[in-house]
């Protein structure tokens, strides 16, 4: 069963997200954070969102702002908006009687799912897929632009045909991100997830996360798996895995 909800962000606008419930009751409820300029419809955030709630744990997936059916401009957003986002969606679930006590990031989303969940009393585990180790990581991406970004304040930014507006505070917020020490400090069961040939983000960001990580801690190699995890049966069985990493935690 999936409702579609919508929620106020840290910044202001709606936020689009979709609840998916088991169909009997649930043994937990969880948040799902996509990666950087992905969104809750894609592959791995639906598939592993729809797979989890069919072992009877609920899911709220969202669009972070400026993306898919969420309102505001995604070049407003950051890393900090996305983690302060994130803290949003938990206070959503926890307003409608169902607190998460699982926090899932994919990609970038997982980096801000790390740094989340330590605002966020109810969550007593995290996951993280195919995360990088350092946000600001994403440069990479509009390197061609940030340039030009730092000199005039903004610049379009083509993604996949889309047009967006990067700009200036969104860079400088992403270059001062921290991480690693946010890991060390998680306090929680941290259960790290990732390909060995992903060609987007390469595991070694996984082996600096798990290094930093304190026990109870878990690394499960999603061999076979690219970076999406658009290959067939990939996304369910990440979610098989979490679903029973998770069970103690529910």
Same mark, same amino acid.
């Given at each position: ?5 919508? #929620? ?110 330590? &605002? ?27 340039? &030009? ?32 020490? &946010? ?26 996360? #798990? ?28 979610? &098989? ?10």
């Amino acid at each position: 069963m999936a409702d579609d909800v919508r #929620f106020p962000s840290s910044v202001g606008p709606d936020l689009a997200g979709v609840l998916d419930a088991p169909e009997e009751s649930a043994r937990g409820w969880g948040v799902l954070v996509h990666g950087f300029t992905l969104g809750k419809d894609s592959p791995a955030a639906f598939r592993i969102a729809r797979s989890l709630a069919a072992h009877g744990i609920g899911m709220l997936r969202f669009d972070c702002l400026g993306l898919g059916e969420s309102e505001g401009e995604w070049g407003d957003g950051s890393f900090t908006v996305k983690v302060d986002d994130t803290v949003r969606a938990a206070q959503f679930l926890a307003q409608r009687g169902t607190p998460p006590t699982l926090l899932i990031g994919h990609s970038w989303g997982g980096a801000a799912a790390i740094v989340a969940a330590q &605002r966020i009393p109810s969550v007593k585990a995290v996951v993280t897929i195919g995360a990088p180790a350092d946000p600001a990581e994403v440069e990479r991406h509009y390197d061609s632009v940030v340039h &030009r970004v730092m000199d005039e304040g903004t610049a379009p930014w083509l993604v996949g045909g889309r047009e967006m507006t990067l700009k200036r505070d969104f860079v400088q917020d992403v270059r001062g991100a921290e991480l690693i020490a &946010r890991v060390h400090t998680l306090e929680r069961p941290l259960l790290v997830m990732h390909s060995p040939t992903d060609a987007t983000v390469s595991i070694d960001n996984a082996s600096e996360i #798990f290094r930093a990580a304190v026990h109870p801690r878990s690394f499960i190699a999603l061999e076979g798996s690219d970076h999406l995890l658009t290959a067939d049966g990939q996304a369910d069985r990440a979610a &098989r895995i979490i679903s029973a990493w998770a069970d103690q935690y529910l």
